[in-house]
T-cell receptor, first 117, second 115 residues
Framework: DAGVIQSPRHEVTEMGQEVTLRCKPI?????LFWYRQTMMRGLELLIY????????DSGMPEDRFSAKMPNASFSTLKIQPSEPRDSAVYFC???????????????FGPGTRLTVL | AQKVTQAQTEISVVEKEDVTLDCVYE???????LFWYKQPPSGELVFLIR??????QNEISGRYSWNFQKSTSSFNFTITASQVVDSAVYFC????????????FGAGTRLFVKA
């Protein structure tokens, strides 16, 4: 398997622009997670999906952030409008639920390094 | 509320030394999972181990070993005979069943192994 695929790997944009980050999870995985990593705040869970349904979006910092999972093989994280403080590495991860009440490890993508000028 | 504390921000050792990375967690749930992940300088996060709350057996995998103690809410990670390639940031993480498996990561411990 190719692993979790994220695009783009690097994104530089100007404040106020819309940014869309993309993720393709590992085939067959039913959980998908979006994380943000910064020096100040560490690794934060933004939102996660189970079977394409958002389960917990309490980590989404503001209404400027939105995430969708239209099907089992694709998810997007959108920031509109972007701000310099959104600069971070954004990771997507997927996991296979092993049954009711059982959580397996997460497989992470390579991340998207976002810089907002 | 769930919480993971990795009190050691940075650790520096000389190659071949043993090193233990501490992880203390807080949870009110009886069913939960603990994880360790490694983030090498290249940036990707790599899974190392998973433990569920009902399995307190310690585990050894090569030079890596893990000590899970529910009595002290700790899940410590030891690297024996460290190598330069072990240099990375190591994260401990917790997922509670009642939290819908929302995963909380500790702040990470940066390990430097010098030749």
């Amino acid at each position: 398997d190719a692993g979790v695929i994220q695009s783009p790997r690097h994104e530089v944009t100007e404040m106020g622009q819309e940014v869309t980050l993309r993720c393709k999870p590992i085939s067959g995985h039913d959980y998908l997670f979006w994380y943000r990593q910064t020096m100040m705040r560490g690794l934060e869970l933004l939102i996660y999906f189970n079977n394409n349904v958002p389960i917990d979006d309490s980590g989404m910092p503001e209404d400027r952030f939105s995430a969708k999972m239209p099907n089992a093989s694709f998810s997007t994280l959108k920031i509109q409008p972007s701000e310099p403080r959104d600069s971070a590495v954004y990771f997507c991860a997927s996991s296979l639920g092993a049954g009711t009440g059982i959580l397996n490890e997460q497989f992470f993508g390579p991340g998207t390094r976002l810089t907002v000028l | 509320a769930q919480k993971v504390t990795q009190a050691q921000t940075e650790i520096s050792v000389v190659e071949k030394e043993d090193v233990t990375l501490d992880c203390v967690y807080e949870t009110r749930d009886t069913t939960y999972y603990l994880f360790w992940y490694k983030q090498p300088p290249s940036g990707e996060l790599v899974f190392l181990i998973r433990r569920n709350s009902f399995d307190e057996q310690n585990e050894i995998s090569g030079r890596y070993s893990w000590n899970f103690q529910k009595s002290t809410s700790s899940f410590n990670f030891t690297i024996t005979a460290s190598q330069v390639v072990d240099s990375a940031v190591y994260f401990c993480a917790l997922s509670e069943r009642t939290g819908g498996f929302k995963t909380i990561f500790g702040a990470g411990t940066r390990l430097f192994v010098k030749a």
